[in-house]
């Protein structure tokens, strides 16, 4: 098996082209799945949120994103072997359901930018069946006949791969609470790569992710939201490090 304990989380222990082979195998055997993607904003939010913790347990694959991580395992003697991003395996599943004729579901991100995010990949992956986008209001989640429509929605149109990015644990929370709802056989959080794709906001260069400034990056693009994320809250992941 691939998964290794990994701090406060187990994680699958995987390479990218492992990780794409490991959901079409979801794909086809049908059964309602999902993928989280930790990163270190994760592993903090799980240490206080239970309900957090419940949707890790019940993740079918828990891939690595971000360097940070990486370098974790390393310094604990158990090394992750590759980081898998929400927004590189994105693409790469888009890929997957273009070659293979899967159905696809995008969920998330501001009005309209859902549907930029398909016209854009269905530019790039030619065979690509977007089933259908939304982009769900502000404060959905406290609207349970919006969630209705949501799921009947998504369920109508019987998609083979659901992706939805609302920001963690939002996404991951939506999942968990309505997996046994939605008739999805894998459906990914993959936070902010509809805007990625729809060309909303643009990603650090590749340089700056391959040697872990992502979240640099997207500190200096976007400071005022992501100050709180990223220096307040995330600096306790070295009192996690210390603690596993
Ligand atoms: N979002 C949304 N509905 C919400 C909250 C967030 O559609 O109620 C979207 C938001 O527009 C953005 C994404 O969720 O596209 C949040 O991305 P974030 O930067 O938090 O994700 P990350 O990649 O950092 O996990």
């Not at 890790?56 to 604990?76: F, H, N, Q, R, V």
């Not at 769900?136 to 349970?144: A, D, Q, R």
């Not at 929605?153 to 309505?178: C, H, R, S, W």
């Not at 729809?198 to 979240?215: D, F, S, T, Y």
Request: proline letters at 5%; glycine letters at 4%.
């Amino acid at each position: 098996m691939s998964r290794i304990k990994f701090l406060n989380t187990y994680v699958d222990n995987l390479s990218m082209q492992e990780a794409v082979e490991r959901i079409d195998k979801l794909i086809i055997n049908k059964k309602p799945s999902y993928v989280v993607t930790p990163n270190v904003d994760h592993i903090v939010k799980l240490e206080i949120d239970s309900e957090f913790q419940d949707v890790y347990k019940e993740a079918d694959l828990i891939l690595t994103d971000g360097m940070p991580l990486i370098w974790i395992s390393k310094l604990k003697n158990n090394p992750i072997k590759e980081k898998v991003s929400g927004s590189d395996l994105f693409p790469e599943v888009c890929n997957l359901a273009s070659q293979k004729g899967y159905k696809i579901f995008l969920l998330g991100a501001a009005e309209g930018v859902a549907a930029k995010a398909a016209e854009n990949l269905k530019l790039k992956y030619k065979e690509l069946n977007v089933v259908g986008t939304y982009s769900p209001s502000y404060g959905f989640e406290n609207n349970e006949d919006e969630i209705n429509q949501i799921v009947d929605m998504i369920n109508q149109v019987k998609p083979d791969i659901l992706a939805v990015g609302l920001g963690a644990p939002k996404q991951e929370k939506f999942l968990y609470t309505f997996r046994k709802k939605l008739n999805v056989p894998v459906s990914l959080a993959i936070g902010a790569s509809i805007d990625f794709e729809a060309g909303n906001i643009n990603r650090a260069p590749k340089w700056m992710q391959n040697i872990g400034l992502e979240w640099f990056y997207r500190l200096c693009r976007e400071p005022k939201r992501m100050f709180k994320r990223y220096i307040v809250d995330d600096i306790k992941i070295f009192k996690i490090i210390f603690k596993y």
